[in-house]
């Protein structure tokens, strides 16, 4: 536990010659401002209609003072693009928990072409029903409500 809680808050990496912060790619969990907090995109695939993109009044608080050329974040399962307040956004997929009807793991690649950083998203396929039987069988807390996100590929609430 203490390892995580002495995680960094963001990670930023100026590439070889860029110049910071209009060249950076910026690396945080949720959103600049918040680590749980949910700026929603218009996401690649929402099989399950649960999304509502972020008001524009809403992201600019989400966002914050944050100014970089690509601000990549993970948080919500769903890969999405957008440019919210002008700022190139990323969201990418999850390995753990894909929340958009895909059980494929989801990961991405990111680069720099030496102008702009890029993201190409990518999906694997792999046996998600023996990661669900070994879910259930650990004895971890929540099991039983993550092996059904799994299978469902979808976010349950925990009740």
């Given at each position: 536990?203490?390892?995580?809680?002495?995680?960094?808050?963001?990670?930023?990496?100026?590439?070889?010659?860029?110049q910071s912060p209009e060249d950076d790619l910026l690396i945080v969990h949720a959103t600049p401002t918040d680590v749980a907090g949910f700026l929603v995109l218009q996401p690649d695939q929402d099989p399950f209609r649960l999304l509502?993109?972020?008001?524009?009044?809403?992201?600019?608080?989400?966002?914050?003072?944050?100014?970089?050329?690509?601000?990549?974040?993970?948080?919500?399962?769903?890969?999405?693009?957008?440019?919210?307040?002008?700022?190139?956004?990323?969201?990418?997929?999850?390995?753990?928990?894909?929340?958009?009807?895909?059980?494929?793991?989801?990961?991405?690649?990111?680069?720099?072409?030496?102008?702009?950083?890029?993201?190409?998203?990518?999906?694997?396929?792999?046996?998600?029903?023996?990661?669900?039987?070994?879910?259930?069988?650990?004895?971890?807390?929540?099991?039983?409500?993550?092996?059904?996100?799994?299978?469902?590929?979808?976010?349950?609430?925990?009740?």
């Amino acid at each position: 536990m203490s390892y995580l809680k002495n995680l960094p808050f963001e990670h930023r990496i100026t590439p070889p010659g860029g110049q910071s912060p209009e060249d950076d790619l910026l690396i945080v969990h949720a959103t600049p401002t918040d680590v749980a907090g949910f700026l929603v995109l218009q996401p690649d695939q929402d099989p399950f209609r649960l999304l509502t993109v972020t008001p524009e009044e809403e992201a600019r608080a989400l966002l914050g003072d944050a100014k970089a050329n690509l601000i990549v974040a993970g948080h919500l399962h769903y890969a999405s693009y957008g440019v919210p307040c002008g700022q190139r956004y990323s969201i990418i997929d999850s390995v753990g928990f894909p929340f958009d009807g895909d059980h494929r793991i989801g990961y991405a690649r990111v680069w720099w072409d030496g102008q702009e950083w890029h993201v190409e998203n990518h999906r694997l396929s792999y046996d998600y029903h023996k990661v669900v039987e070994d879910v259930r069988c650990c004895g971890a807390p929540f099991g039983e409500l993550s092996a059904q996100r799994i299978l469902q590929t979808r976010f349950r609430p925990v009740m």
